[in-house]
Structures are given as structure tokens and as C-alpha cells.
């Protein structure tokens, strides 16, 4: 055994691709570092140190979690950032806006809570189809409960 194979414990141009770098040896583990760490020929393939992306089909920036890929480089068509509720449409994800539209476009398990285009009715608790312009309710849709115009002067008669 030469001097030089001594550093790793493998003989100088037999199986050690690095006699000077005891990190680098055909039982050593391959990490994101732009080196053949294991000696096999390739570099960084199957790293400990890999990192998780996920697919990101609608190119929102956020990927699907149940599609993901380890590697030491983010591929095209991949996220760093998971959640994405709906990854065929654009507008759904984490941060969009939740709109009026039957849809959960924020990812948060709910359904147009918050919604960002609510319509305003007034209460009509004499049900004469004009409201209390004091008493506004914000929704995505009208109910019965309701009207669209606010100036019903007396909302307890309906005449």
C-alpha cells in the first residue's frame, strides 16, 4: 500500500477516487457538493444531504406534496414550497386571494370565507325587499334574510 492510499485506506488507483480526502471512498456517502463522494462514477445522485421539490404543474410556485423529487438541484416543472391544493389551476395556493367563486383558492380547507369580492345586502327584517342601510352584511351571494337596496326607512313595516 503507497503512502498516498494510506490518508482514505484504499490503495492508491484501485477502487479510491480521492486518496487525499478520507471523506471520499467507495463506502462513502454521496452528498450535494459537486463530487463523486462514493466513487462510482457520478456525481451527487441519491445525496443524504438531497432536497425535497415538488411538482408545480400549473407554475404557480407552490408544488403538489404528493408528487415529490429528491435531488440536490431544484428541476424545472418543481417547487420548494409545498401546498398546493389545487396544482391545475394557477390562482389556487397558499397565498391567493379567496374569491367568491365556490372554490378554496387559499388552500385552507374553507370555502369563500374572507372572500376579497363580497357583495354588501342590508338586513330586511320586514321582508318588503328594502334594508336597513345600518345594518349591512357582507356574502358572496344574496339570501332571504336580505336585500340589495338599503333604504328602507322603517324596517319593521312593510308598508
Do not use: K
Amino acid at each position: 500500500m503507497s503512502s498516498c492510499g494510506a490518508q482514505s485506506g484504499y490503495v492508491t488507483n484501485d477502487e479510491d477516487c480521492d486518496d487525499f480526502d478520507v471523506l471520499i471512498s467507495p463506502e462513502g456517502a454521496e452528498f450535494c457538493d459537486d463530487q463523486d463522494n462514493d466513487c462510482d462514477g457520478s456525481v451527487d445522485e441519491d445525496a443524504v444531504d438531497a432536497l425535497e421539490w415538488y411538482l408545480d404543474y400549473d407554475g404557480d410556485g407552490y408544488g403538489n406534496e404528493a408528487v415529490v423529487s429528491l435531488s440536490c438541484e431544484m428541476s424545472s416543472g418543481y417547487s420548494a414550497l409545498a401546498g398546493d391544493c389545487d396544482d391545475l389551476r394557477e390562482q389556487t395556493h397558499p397565498l391567493a386571494f379567496e374569491l367568491c367563486d365556490g372554490l378554496d383558492n387559499d388552500c385552507d380547507l374553507e370555502i369563500d370565507e374572507d372572500a376579497i369580492d363580497l357583495l354588501t345586502f342590508y338586513v330586511d327584517a320586514d321582508g318588503d325587499g328594502f334594508g336597513d342601510v345600518t345594518n349591512p352584511v357582507q356574502a358572496c351571494a344574496q339570501d332571504a334574510s336580505t336585500a340589495l337596496a338599503g333604504d328602507d326607512c322603517d324596517d319593521q313595516d312593510m308598508t
